[in-house]
């Protein structure tokens, strides 16, 4: 959870108007893993599954 934090915080601190497109979009790319990341430790945590179809 620390590290969607960190990428948050680096992402609100930065103007992206300054930043390169393919920065912008790697940081962007990186920080959507991260969100999956934590809403699946969140599933698992929480045991919320998906029901089989």
Known sequence: MSDLATAIDYLAAEDPS????????????????????????IARRTCLRVPAT
Do not use: K
């Open 18 to 41: 300054e930043l390169p497109v393919g920065t912008l979009t790697e940081q962007l790319i990186d920080l959507h893993w991260q969100m999956a990341r934590l809403q699946a430790q």
